[in-house]
């Protein structure tokens, strides 16, 4: 009795271990043929400075809407593109389309601010990293000052030396850096003092508790002090409510980023508020 309930429950368990393998595989299939017709989309979400209001800067999200699984969420194929490699075409894919897309605003006579496009840890690591963003920069028409790079601290750290060298490399292109994520990767102080980078965005999860939560407070104070004691803006990521504003300049923070600004959304919705030339 047991034991046929044990040999039952091996096979169930089986059948939907085989069930996930397909599940990822047409996934993985659909994905590719996405990236193949450059049939990825490229949404902005608006970053603003703290003190004024002003629009500071966008940040490049990218979206896949699938023809027969409909929108599928970043959370499921990032990981899934990470996992298989075709986060370095994709991410590609992204750069190129915020480039083109920041040309054609000024092209029509706008002035964009900078717009921030993650890159993954395996594009990081790369020997030919710095040549494709300047090829892209070139058959984009694209200036490397109206862009920055945004990488995670954890990206980083798995295998530093190589990654800072390229680090450095996109700073010298004349391109920002912001670390993203920061606060989940544990880095240690050291490294970061060793980091060219221009901006560190404070993980969403520690503004979730502002303004109430002591332990959440401690965490943003901290890193708003580190960022003035090296020289490093301070952006605040996932801002939402108008409390967590208020709080957030009180602080001292420079720069937010959240749902209670914008959300993300696609290039022309953004038009209307982008300063003329
Ligand atoms: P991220 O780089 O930290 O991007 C911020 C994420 O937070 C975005 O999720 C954004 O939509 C979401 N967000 C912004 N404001 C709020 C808010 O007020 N509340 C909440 N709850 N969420 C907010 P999204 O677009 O789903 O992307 C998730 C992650 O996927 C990104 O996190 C990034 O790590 C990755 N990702 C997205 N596009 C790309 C890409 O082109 N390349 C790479 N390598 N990763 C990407
Ligand atoms: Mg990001
Ligand atoms: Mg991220
Ligand atoms: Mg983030």
């Known amino acids: 009795q047991a034991k046929q309930q044990g040999r039952n429950n091996a096979q169930r368990y089986h059948a939907r271990q085989t069930e996930q393998t397909r599940h990822r595989v047409r996934m993985e299939n659909a994905l590719r043929h996405a990236i193949e017709q450059d049939a990825l989309d490229v949404w902005y979400q608006p970053q603003v400075d703290l003190a004024t209001s002003q629009l500071v800067g966008f940040e490049a999200l990218c979206r896949w809407h699938d023809p027969k699984h409909g929108m599928v969420a970043p959370s ?19 750069l190129r389309k ?11 006579g706008y002035r964009p601010p900078r717009v921030a ?15 494709t963003v300047c090829a892209i920069l070139d058959e984009t028409g694209c200036r490397p000052e109206w862009i920055e790079l945004e990488v995670t601290e954890s990206d980083i750290l798995k295998d ?12 010298e292109m004349g391109i920002a850096l912001s670390l993203d994520d920061f606060g989940t990767g544990f880095s240690s102080l050291s490294y ?5 980078i221009n901006t560190l965005k404070i993980d969403r999860s520690f503004i979730d508790g502002l303004p109430d939560d002591g332990n959440d407070r401690a965490i943003v104070q901290a890193v708003l002090a ?52």
């Not at 194929?77 to 992204?94: D, M, Q, S």
């Not at 915020?98 to 029509?108: E, M, T």
């Not at 970061?192 to 060219?196: D, S």
């Open 76 to 94: 499921e194929f990032i990981p899934l593109a990470e996992h298989n490699g075709l986060i370095v075409p994709l991410g590609a894919l992204v």
């Open 98 to 108: 915020a480039c083109a897309q920041i040309c054609s605003w000024r092209a029509a």
């Open 117 to 131: 496009v993650n890159v993954s840890g395996r594009q990081l690591r790369r020997l030919d990293f710095l040549s």
């Open 160 to 171: 530093a030396e190589p990654a800072i060298a390229t680090l450095h490399g996109i700073r």
């Open 192 to 196: 970061l003092k060793r980091l060219p």
């Open 226 to 277: 580190m960022g003035r004691s090296l020289g490093i803006a301070v952006l605040a990521e996932g801002v939402e409510t108008p409390a967590q504003v208020h709080a957030l300049r009180l602080m001292g923070c420079g720069s937010a980023q959240g749902y209670h600004f914008g959300r993300p959304a696609v290039a022309a919705d953004h038009t209307g508020v982008l300063p003329q030339a």
